[in-house]
């Protein structure tokens, strides 16, 4: 009975491991370069800056002559913004690669290894010391060849080449499906396993003792325990690239050996520890297959991605929560022993830690039922799409929006984006910026992307606050700039930077605009600006999840532009 409750606290404390990393990962999947969400910046080089005067720099504004217009930007406006999310950006990947080691940890292929190679480290050594140390380089070994294959990731792709897989059709596919594949052999389906030549080579080095020996030992972990680990490694280092952190790769690497490799040392420091460590068993497998389920969750979030940026249309967020609802109540009756695969055990009971896990999951499967109506479902509101691609909505949780006035000139784009509920953005810039001058309000600028999980989280759970809303629709112009639409550009637009970068798409307009103007590449990325100077009112700032925080970041531009 013991040995069942520990059994299952396992399987509680790395499905909880697991949550915690599809959140993690899903939450900054949408940031690229140093804090990127969804912007492209290759190909761009930033235009020297004049001294002593503001900066002036070139953005893609129509002109006459079909050559960029010059206009100024107040001097490192962004900079410290960038700052913040570069460090939060590795950050994250820092946590979701450890939170990864540890799910790794509780794999078949590795659990059993555990007890082997700590007394394989105190036999051989004379001394506690000895195989202290011995323990160490072990660690250290394995730290060393994941955050190896972390740059060499960063070498092969470059920092330009991972920023752009962000929003890359085809390889936002690619990464669906080998998710997908990831899922499919946690479920039992088949083993990912690199070839026994490859691990018999290792195992022969390793039996040459020694610091090399070691070394060698450490590969052969590496190696063999590939059927486990490859797909979380997998994941991690997809999210580590569409993410566009130059270290991203290495760092999430970093955390993953880091939590692979203490267990080893902690316990060659300390062996009576191991006799409290559960016998290997059945629960290894529902380990495995909880993790499927996950993989299979966080696919989705992909394959959304580029329906988003295509205007498919094909995978609206009812589509999405169905496929969420019935994953989730899939995972619930997995460990309530009514769903079982060819490996697993039978289960001819299930402990309280089990039956808890399972009320977890299955109330988080009801709590999503009403997203299928049009429930804001805050919570995980952030990683769905956009709620305007819904078909059915019954809620009347949104605030009205503000009319746009009938003398306006008809609204670029709108027949391509989704509008926010409640708001009626303008979707150019020039536009959005005539009418402005013309309304005389100051402009509230959002560059946005379709696979920004933070714009989604912010247009859901902030800007629908009675003071955040009423700043937006009765006293500024929203104008919302998607950085990462696929949408070719009129032939009459498309044109040529200064520095040589092609802007051919929509996207392609509105990430060399911030990048170019505002030197920021992070999205969302709100700017206020006065429309008559197009001057930056305030700092500008990223996503800030406290209503009150942000509402007095809209109030300091609206005070700044009556003063």
């Known amino acids: ?196 030549s490859w691990v018999n080579k290792m195992d022969q080095n390793a039996d040459k003792g020694g610091v090399l020996g070691l070394f060698f030992m450490a590969a052969t972990l590496s190696l063999v325990s590939f059927s486990c680990t490859g797909p979380i490694i997998g994941t991690l280092l997809v999210q580590a690239a569409v993410s566009g952190a ?36 059945g629960w290894l497998n529902s380990v495995k297959v909880v993790l499927g389920f996950l993989e299979l969750a966080l696919s989705l979030k992909f394959l959304s991605n580029v329906d988003l940026a295509y205007h498919w249309h094909w995978f609206d967020r009812e589509v999405y929560l169905a496929l969420w609802i019935v994953i989730f109540a899939l995972m619930g009756f997995y460990l309530l022993g009514k769903l079982s695969f060819a490996h697993d055990s039978v289960v001819k009971h299930i402990s309280v830690m089990r039956l808890f896990l399972a009320i977890l999951i299955l109330s988080f499967t009801v709590y999503m039922v009403p997203g299928l109506w049009g429930a804001p479902l805050k919570a995980i509101s952030g990683f769905l799409p956009p709620k305007a691609t819904q078909d059915f909505d019954l809620s009347n949780s949104s605030p009205t929006s503000t009319s746009i006035q009938s003398d306006a000139h008809p609204q670029k784009y709108v ?45 859901e759970n902030i800007w629908p606050d009675a003071q955040v809303s009423q700043a937006i629709n009765q006293n500024c112009v929203l104008i919302q700039l998607y950085v990462d639409d696929k949408t070719d550009l009129a032939t009459t637009e498309q044109t040529v930077t200064p520095e040589g970068r092609k802007i051919k798409t929509i996207g392609n307009k509105w990430s060399y605009l911030q990048t170019s103007r505002f030197q920021a590449n992070s999205q969302p990325f709100y700017v206020l600006l006065d429309p008559k100077t197009e001057q930056v009112l305030v700092a500008p700032q990223g996503a800030d999840y406290n209503a009150v925080s942000f509402y007095k970041f809209l109030k300091s531009g609206l005070d700044a532009y009556r003063q």
């Not at 900066?55 to 217009?69: E, F, I, L, Q």
């Not at 953005?425 to 696979?451: Q, R, S």
Request: glycine share 6%; net charge positive; aromatic share 12%.
């Open 246 to 281: 130059l270290l991203g790769p290495a760092i999430g690497m970093f955390g993953f050996s880091l939590a692979l490799a203490l267990p080893f040392t902690l316990f060659a420091m300390f062996p009576s520890l191991l006799k409290s460590l559960p016998q290997s068993g």
């Open 415 to 459: 027949s391509l984006f989704d509008k926010p509920k409640g708001f009626n953005p303008f979707f150019d810039y020039d536009e959005g910026i005539a009418y402005a001058k013309k309304v005389n309000k100051p402009v509230m600028i959002d560059f946005t992307g379709h696979a920004c999980v933070n714009c989604r989280k912010m247009e």
């Open 1 to 196: 009975m013991a040995l069942s409750m520990l059994s299952n606290k396992r399987i509680l404390s790395v499905s909880i491991i697991g949550l915690l990393v599809l959140l993690t990962l899903s939450s900054f999947c949408c940031m690229p370069h140093e804090t990127p969400d969804t912007v492209s910046s290759a190909d761009l080089t930033f235009t020297p800056v004049q001294q002593p005067k503001a900066p002036v720099v070139t953005a893609p504004k129509a002109s006459n002559d079909g050559k960029p217009k010059v206009i100024q930007a107040p001097k490192n406006t962004t900079q410290p913004v960038g700052k913040q999310k570069s460090q939060k950006t590795l950050w994250a990947i820092f946590l979701a690669g450890l939170a990864g080691g540890f799910a790794a940890l509780l794999m078949p292929c590795i659990f059993p290894m555990l007890p082997f190679t700590v007394s394989y480290f105190t036999k051989q050594s004379h001394s506690r010391s000895k195989a202290i140390r011995m323990a160490v380089f072990y660690g250290l070994s394995i730290i060393a060849i994941y955050v190896v294959l972390g740059l060499v990731i960063t070498m092969i792709f470059g920092a330009d080449a991972l920023n752009n897989l962000a929003t890359n059709g085809v390889f936002n596919l690619l990464f669906f499906a080998l998710l997908v594949v990831f899922a499919t052999s946690f479920f039992g389906a088949f083993e990912i396993t690199l070839p026994n």
